[in-house]
């Protein structure tokens, strides 16, 4: 067990909180764990009120981007306890983004030990509503003051909590997307590094000008096969069968892909993780053959797709309903998670 040491604030902002439908994203709850990296160790590990940091101008991070971040989920279970989703996948994941772009790896005593006692400290904050949970932010960046360019030697390592709700209130209409990139094979989409997200900016805000929720990456090479949609990884259930592109480097390893093509199988559906060309999708798409579209991720969930443009095309997707298989999907995670449901994989991680 490391030693953490604490300051707590002494009047918390919870109680001006609305818990029952928070935004996601909007509030912190009252702390934030931090710990610094020199001269080759994790040191000062701490809990302190959620507030700002004061950093250097010339910190690396904000001039050469090393900076990496997770997102994990912690709920309230039925019984009252509190439950975080896989996150010893979580910290792989972690540790795969971090090793990437040259930044030190979390041991998974800093990382639990950190989340646990965070968790702990700020108990309160895990809402109980259906569909909501405490978003866990752990990230990382790069604190060393220098404009020269090179790999840090000093970085910053700290946890946000935040309650959230849904992400996305409504079905995504997705432009594929074939004339920009997010990142090619080789490059650095398997790993959740803050550029992946800013460089996907302009893109996306173009597709929302043209009346599109978020766009379908297509790869750099060819845009030719679909890779994923943004923040969340894409399936297709085409003739009764789950269809999502296999992973590769241009593609998030998502958390939320792996548990739902879990529970597919679990279910006995057939399924495919393979390239998907955009011509196939769209020919399947024609023949009416793709009955549903959605998207997974930690924040997104579940989320359905109304809508798919391909070229001048667009292609609906038939409305969703109780029996289509990523409605279930969500209610069994969400059972699973809440503990209403046996946890056959070994996913909850109670606190
Ligand atoms: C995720 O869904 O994986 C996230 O961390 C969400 C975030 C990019 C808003």
């Keep these: 067990m490391i030693e953490i040491a604490r300051k707590l604030t002494s009047s918390s902002r919870l109680p001006s909180i609305d818990l029952t439908n928070p935004e996601f994203g909007k509030d912190c709850s009252d702390h934030m764990f931090c710990a610094?990296?020199?001269n080759g160790e994790w040191t000062n590990p701490e809990i302190v009120p959620f507030g700002d940091i004061t950093f250097s101008p010339a910190m690396l991070a904000l001039h050469y981007g090393q900076s990496v971040f997770e997102g994990m989920k912690?709920?309230?279970?039925?019984?009252?306890?509190i439950s975080i989703f896989?996150?010893?996948?979580?910290?792989?994941?972690?540790?795969r983004?971090?090793?990437r772009m040259c930044m030190p790896t979390i041991s998974e005593e800093l990382f639990f030990d950190a989340l646990i006692e965070m968790l702990k400290v700020d108990q309160g904050w895990v809402p109980t509503a259906p569909g909501t949970s405490l978003y866990l932010r752990p990230f990382c960046f790069a604190s060393e003051p220098r404009l020269k360019i090179k790999i840090a030697d000093q970085y910053q390592f700290m946890i946000l909590m935040s309650p959230a709700g849904k992400y996305f209130g409504k079905p995504y209409r997705l432009k594929v997307e074939t004339k920009y990139t997010r990142?090619?094979?080789g490059g650095t989409g398997y790993a959740k590094c803050a550029g992946n997200y800013g460089s996907s900016f302009y893109p996306v805000k173009k597709a929302i000008e043209e009346g599109f929720d978020q766009v379908l990456w297509t790869d750099a090479k060819e845009h030719r096969y679909i890779?994923?949609?943004g923040m969340m990884n894409i399936m297709f259930m085409v003739d009764g069968k789950i269809i999502t592109p296999s992973l590769s480097t241009a593609i998030l390893e998502g958390i939320t892909r792996?548990?739902?093509?879990?529970?597919?199988?679990?279910?006995e559906i057939?399924?495919?993780?393979?390239?998907i060309a955009v011509d196939e999708l769209e020919s399947y798409l024609r023949e009416g053959r793709v009955t549903e579209a959605f998207g997974t991720g930690t924040a997104a969930v579940v989320a359905p797709v109304q809508m798919i443009r391909i070229g001048e095309n667009d292609y609906n997707i038939p409305t969703p309903n109780e029996t289509s298989f990523h409605n279930k999907a969500y209610v069994i995670l969400n059972d699973i998670r809440k503990g209403l449901a046996p946890d056959i994989h070994g996913w909850n991680f109670i606190i």
Excluded: W
Excluded at 258 to 267: F, G, K, Y
């Design 36 to 38: 610094t990296y020199r």
């Design 74 to 81: 912690a709920f309230r279970m039925q019984d009252g306890r």
């Design 86 to 95: 896989r996150p010893h996948s979580h910290l792989e994941r972690f540790n």
């Design 97 to 99: 983004s971090l090793d």
């Design 183 to 185: 990142t090619a094979e």
């Design 227 to 229: 890779d994923e949609a």
């Design 258 to 267: 792996d548990s739902v093509l879990t529970i597919a199988r679990d279910q």
């Design 270 to 275: 057939v399924v495919e993780e393979r390239r």
